[in-house]
């Protein structure tokens, strides 16, 4: 069987793979001193559905609960980081997407909130998905035992089943291959694919 972690590292590395494509995105708009709206509206519906609905979701309604159960505290300590970082990341993404209009039609204050709030969000995000990959989830690893494996296993399959996490599963994985494909950034290993 699988680590509890096996499917949320997998959709780390989508979502890095994404931050790559957005950090170029940035620096071609800050080259330019202009963005196409239509350009950022798939990075913003990506983080909104794939990174924040489905992945960070999982981890807030099934992993976190589940070390909790198994003496981690939710109030201090790596659990309280993450559930905090979430809700920062959540913020600029709503930044992100309030800026676009004003900054697409000119408004250089726009643009530059733009510019900066996606800069700030991907450090955010790298910096976090590190520190999951590194420290929590060895910690899960360690931590969850084969009945809580199990467990953890049918809820994430009971999250995939709900219908609005299936579409937005499906279409952020698609939207990750199109950014890939249009800056061309190599997929996540099994991103491509079936
Ligand atoms: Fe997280
Ligand atoms: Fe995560």
Redesign the pocket.
């Known amino acids: 069987m699988h680590h509890p972690t096996h499917a ?1 590292r997998a ?2 590395q989508v ?1 890095l793979k994404v931050l790559d494509c957005f950090e170029i995105a940035l620096r071609r708009a800050a080259a330019a001193q202009t963005l196409a709206e239509a350009e950022f509206l798939p990075f913003v519906e990506f983080f909104r559905e794939f ?1 924040d609905r489905c ?2 979701c999982k ?1 807030e309604d099934r992993l976190f609960p589940c070390l909790e159960r198994c003496g981690l505290p939710r109030e201090h300590g790596p659990i309280a980081v ?1 559930l905090h970082e979430h809700q920062l990341g959540r913020a600029h993404v709503r930044a992100i997407a309030e800026s676009l209009p004003a900054a697409a039609a000119g408004d250089p204050a726009a643009l530059r909130r733009a510019l900066h709030e996606g800069r700030e969000f991907i450090h955010l995000l790298r910096e ?2 590190y520190k ?2 590194e420290v929590l ?1 060895q910690m899960a690893d360690q931590m969850i035992g084969d009945a809580d494996r199990t467990a953890l296993a049918h809820e994430y399959e009971s999250a995939e089943s709900q219908r609005e996490v299936r579409i937005a599963l499906t279409q952020g994985r698609s939207i990750a291959d199109d950014l890939c494909r249009r800056y061309g950034i190599t997929p996540a290993p099994g991103q491509d694919g079936p």
């Open positions: 949320l959709e780390h979502i990174a992945h960070h981890e993450m976090h998905i999951e990959n989830f």
